[in-house]
């Protein structure tokens, strides 16, 4: 479909007949024939001198190719825009943030994988969360690790390839070997400050209980929940072991109630496989479907066609001036008297 960005400029087409109306019409002095012998002239030819003009006749056809040429100038002027079909694209709606533990404890080999072959917590924690990501086509991802520590391995992305890739990367121990729960909560909170989605969801999760925060995860919980963000909470830890393994469940059975999360215990891999296909059933994917047609500029095509139009008028008229007869062709008598 053809539009104008600047329609109003069509109430220009009139304006040349407003100058034509207006403004007087060019006029140029010329020095007159002088011959000492006017009077002789005069009487000879019966006519007197007097001052006056020459009006040089208007001819049709440069009269109206100039007319398509203004009107084509003013429709290049318009700035013609031709708009193409539309282009629907899909925008995630919602900001996913990953918090993985990476404590000491996450060595203990006690997951059993796809093949049968005994793995530590986080391999297993890892070949599952790649499977998770791959299927959140929609969504923006990231990444916190913590330990001692939390940290931000992956910022919100819409590459999920990358997000899998260095969660591939992550060992045991990287960012220390103690538990800092309710601070990742915080730094997760604050990933999400420039976040403008309108679902915030968090999934964490822990094998032990919180011993290095600096801000308890029921406060951090606290603030999460103002800031309209839901976290699920995900034990992977041994429910029976002690000294600082030992998995508060109560901590994050709170932390998941107090944002209106769930919480969910992990024993095998199978049964973590199944939390997050039932985190999958809970948070489905919502995406907002953005429609737009692009639009292409085409003022050049009435600056072509006007281009064309004078060209062709001027090569009309200089052939028809080679081709147009002389005065000796046009009158045989005078060629005759030449000749004699």
């Known amino acids: 479909m053809l539009t104008f960005a600047y329609p109003w400029l069509a109430l220009l087409a009139p304006l040349p007949l407003a100058v034509w109306w207006l403004l007087p019409a060019h006029a140029s002095t010329r020095t007159g024939l002088r011959v000492p012998f ?10 007197q001198p007097h001052h006056g003009g020459v009006v040089a006749p208007r ?116 960012a220390g070997p103690r538990t800092a729960f309710g601070d990742a909560i915080g730094l997760g909170i604050g990933l999400f400050d420039k976040s403008t989605v309108k679902a915030k969801t968090i999934i964490a ?21 103002d800031r309209g963000i839901v976290i699920h909470t995900v034990a992977v830890g041994d429910p029976t072991a002690a000294g600082e393994d030992k998995l508060d469940e109560a901590a994050l059975k709170q932390v998941a109630s107090t944002t209106g999360g769930g919480f969910f215990r992990a024993l095998d891999r199978d049964q973590l496989a199944g939390i997050y296909q039932r ?35 001027q090569a009309l008229r200089l052939l028809w001036r080679r081709r147009a007869p002389t005065p000796s062709q046009a009158d045989p008598a005078l060629a005759a008297g030449r000749a004699a």
């Open 38 to 47: 006017i009077e002789r002239l005069v009487r000879s030819s019966g006519q």
């Open 59 to 174: 001819q049709v056809l440069p009269l109206i190719v100039l007319i398509l040429c203004w009107l084509l100038a003013l429709a290049a002027l318009a700035r013609p825009q031709w708009i193409e079909p539309p282009i629907h694209r899909d925008q995630p709606t919602r900001d996913l943030l990953l918090l993985v533990d990476l404590s000491g404890s996450m060595d203990t080999k006690d997951f059993v994988d796809a093949s049968g072959k005994t793995v530590d917590r986080l391999t297993a924690v890892k070949q599952v969360l790649d499977d998770f990501l791959s299927r959140r086509k929609g969504d923006r991802v990231g990444v916190v690790v913590f330990g001692d520590a939390p940290f931000a391995l992956v910022p919100f992305t819409t590459d999920l390839d990358l997000s899998r890739a260095l969660l591939r990367d992550t060992v045991v121990g990287m």
């Open 205 to 225: 999760l822990t094998d032990g209980n919180d011993t290095a925060s600096k801000v308890p995860p029921a406060e951090a919980a606290g603030v999460a929940k």
């Open 279 to 313: 985190l999958d059933e809970i948070e489905t994917r919502r995406i907002d479907t953005v429609s737009f047609r692009p639009k292409r500029d085409v003022y050049w095509i009435p600056l072509a066609a006007a281009l064309v139009l004078s060209l062709l008028t």
